[in-house]
């Protein structure tokens, strides 16, 4: 209101869009925070859609109007504690299915890998001999993380051990499988972490994105070779 006043417009039909820009550019030029500029704008589209709605004008100078793109934060890594407490919860289980929740948790842990990358596995990415992953990166050519044997007991179990038992046909190629035998999804792969973190009391704070940035942040891990 006090904008309008001083523009000298005292008719919400003398409102246009410029204003409108020039009204938000004002608060961006006062140090306004983008989140507060965009709630403003939100605001505006709201207050138009009633006047018009009521017949109180037949403008609508915010109609197609865009919010200002606000940056997430990255989510801060838990506690290496947390971690920990995160990779121990299949131990608790002697199924097929908890060995390869270990050897997932673990592959992530060790490799500079994302989820969606993990889950696109197939065997023939995996060099054991060589103790080392190839895995397609963000749509571009392959490139080979080198990984610790060492670092991946839980993976070398879950090839002997529990994927013969979770595969339904010889020419499955997917690595990581569902108890249909098929390949894992990223939200099979979420509702299994959400699992794992209600049980060590972390559900409030892991996400995948929390849990990639924890991941990076605690691992020691080589640099992936290109």
Known sequence: ADFLQEKGVSRWSEVDRQLILSYLLNLRERGYALTTVAR?????????????DKGITHNAPTENLGSPRLRKSPPRPLPIAQVKELLKQPDKY????????KAMLELLYASVMQVREMISLDLDDLNMQRDSVSYPVRRTKDRTGTISRDMLPSLQ???EEARPQLAHRKDEK?????????????QGFWQILKSYAREA?????????ALGH???AHSPKPDPKG
Do not use: M, Q
């Open 214 to 216: 924890s991941f990076a």
């Open 94 to 101: 002697p199924t097929p299915e908890a060995k390869r929740d």
């Open 157 to 159: 179990r879950y090839l």
């Open 40 to 52: 403003k704008t939100a605001s505006a589209k709201s207050l138009f859609r009633y006047l018009v």
């Open 201 to 209: 009391r972390l559900d409030n704070l892991v996400t995948l994105r």
């Open 174 to 186: 997917a690595l990581f499988l569902n108890r249909l035998g098929e390949r894992l999804t990223r």
